[in-house]
């Protein structure tokens, strides 16, 4: 990655001072030059409950027909929830930083992929992320385009968690924003970002006329995030072909996402959140310690509580009110640029959301996860 120059001893000292001369002007130059950079990961896992079914079942409608499949013994999140060996994601990034401009186009494939963009109009949904980006000045940056959520802890990129199974208040907030948004470096270790949106997770184009404001205070790696607006049509044509009112509530989120070196080997991180619509919303918070215990292995928890406002639908017992204990322990072995994640799980609701491997209703779900990430 790093260029070396090498230069021989002369004996005419003011000739190698004239070469030592040259080679810093060369370098600089070199630095100032646009660069390109290709990086991203491949992720597979194998997964498996203890006190659950581990197989997809049929489901049927009430006439009969088959519908597909139903996994009734996962947790209720995104990403790794499928049974026996599975596969993530590719994740290809390109990008290209000149001086002042540059650009990142973030390609997904795989299930991972798939989840983790949404698109209900037609086109691959393969961009997780596409944007520009203009550094205006050294304390000011403006991107364009599509961009992940800057609300919580955790992201779509399975290297950049160090859970591999994700948490509810990720798996139910904002995933990724088209929008412009401006970033300011404030001093002192202080940052605010304001933002411009499309109504969430509508990446492609902006169906609904409404926009979204996002804003972001940041202090020394803890950020204040915050999300407002409408997240649907007020209109819509009904059964009859008429142009009816709807009644469409404006989404409020605020975002609490942070953390702190405790000692040199001992992290602990920090996510708590709180989202309103009107009568339905979720509220919760995690703890993500960590503990390096060599060089190359670290242990880490996630202990999250997270809540529903009315019958928000998450947890899925149709039941209002409803909550969760969700317990991750996580290792993290690296070997070169493999990770390998075993992962010990249990989820504990307040009704009966899991099926066991007798298809009898239960609130609980243990769960084991192994984990493989590559990243180039």
Not at 76 to 91: C, Q, R
Not at 103 to 112: E, M, T
Request: without cysteine.
């Amino acid at each position: 990655m790093k260029t070396i120059i090498n230069t021989k001893f002369v004996k005419n000292l003011a000739f190698a001072a004239l070469a030592l001369t040259s080679v810093g002007v060369f370098a600089q130059e070199e630095e100032e030059k646009p660069k390109f950079t290709f990086s991203g990961t491949v992720d597979a896992y194998f997964r498996s409950n203890f006190n659950g079914l581990n197989k997809e079942i049929p489901a049927f409608d009430t006439a009969g027909d088959l519908t597909g499949v139903f996994t009734p013994a996962a947790p209720g999140t995104s990403f790794a929830n499928d049974p026996g060996f599975a596969i993530g994601m590719v994740n290809l990034i390109a990008g290209y930083e000149g001086e002042k401009v540059g650009f990142v186009a973030d390609l997904v494939f795989g299930p991972r992929g798939e989840d983790a963009v949404f698109n209900s109009f037609g086109s691959p949904a393969i961009v997780n992320q596409l944007y520009v980006y203009w550094n205006v000045s050294e304390s000011t940056t403006l991107t364009f385009g599509n961009f992940n959520t800057f609300l919580g802890y955790e992201v779509i990129s399975p290297s950049a968690n160090f859970n591999y199974s994700t948490s509810y208040m990720f798996s139910y907030g904002p995933f990724s924003h088209t929008g412009i948004k401006a970033d300011f470096d404030l001093g002192n270790d202080w940052s605010a970002m304001l933002a411009i949106l499309n109504p969430t997770d509508f990446t492609d184009f902006n169906p609904f006329g409404e926009l979204s404001f996002g804003a972001q205070l940041g202090y020394s790696g803890q950020f204040l995030n915050f999300i407002y607006g409408k997240q649907g049509d007020e209109e819509f044509v009904n059964g009859a072909g008429e142009l009816v009112e709807g009644d469409v509530e404006s989404l409020f989120q605020v975002d609490f996402t942070g953390g702190f070196d405790v000692t040199e080997d001992f992290f602990l991180g920090i996510n708590a959140t709180y989202q309103d619509t009107d009568d339905l919303g979720f509220y919760g918070v995690a703890l993500y310690p960590q503990l390096a215990t060599s060089e190359n292995f670290t242990i880490g928890l996630r202990g999250e509580y997270f809540a529903e406002s009315g019958n928000f639908g998450a947890i899925g017992t149709g039941v209002e009110d409803s909550d969760v204990i969700a317990v991750t322990l996580t290792g993290s072995a690296t070997i070169g640029d493999l990770i390998i994640k075993p992962e010990l799980r249990l989820d504990s609701a307040s009704d009966d959301f899991f099926l066991d491997s007798d298809l009898e209703p239960g609130d609980s779900l243990a769960s084991f996860l192994l984990a493989a990430i590559y990243s180039f």
